[in-house]
């Protein structure tokens, strides 16, 4: 889950107007946080979203991939889809797609330590 410091460094850029985002390595990739609150990761230069009951559809409507990690052989599923392709070209559309899944991670209510 190798990710070039050059694509972390862009999807921050896109998301610098959304607020005091951070990237943290973990999981051989990176977490995406806001307010303590993960909602994204980028593994494999990939942007993978939060998602929830109230916007997976979204992802899913669209064919969307769900991050998946393999443990011990067995996939692993986390509630995070690939974020839109125009999310990585339009910075209106990434913090439109960033509010929906910052505030499904608000929903989920897990606070983690950045």
């Known amino acids: 889950m190798q990710n070039s410091p050059e694509f972390v460094s862009y999807v921050m850029e896109l998301l610098a107007p959304f607020g005091a985002v951070r990237a943290r390595r ?8 806001r307010e303590e609150l993960m909602f994204g990761i980028i593994a494999d230069e990939t942007l ?9 559809a979204d992802f899913e409507a669209r064919g969307l991939e769900r991050f998946v990690y393999y443990k011990k052989g067995k996939p692993m599923y986390l509630s995070y889809y690939q974020a839109p392709e125009e999310t990585l070209d339009n910075s209106g559309d990434m913090l439109a797609w ?6 499904a991670a608000i929903r989920s209510g897990t606070r983690k330590r950045s």
């Open 26 to 33: 973990m999981f051989g990739g990176h977490g995406i946080f």
């Open 48 to 56: 993978f979203l939060k998602a929830d009951g109230e916007n997976r």
């Open 98 to 103: 960033a509010g929906k899944s910052f505030a």
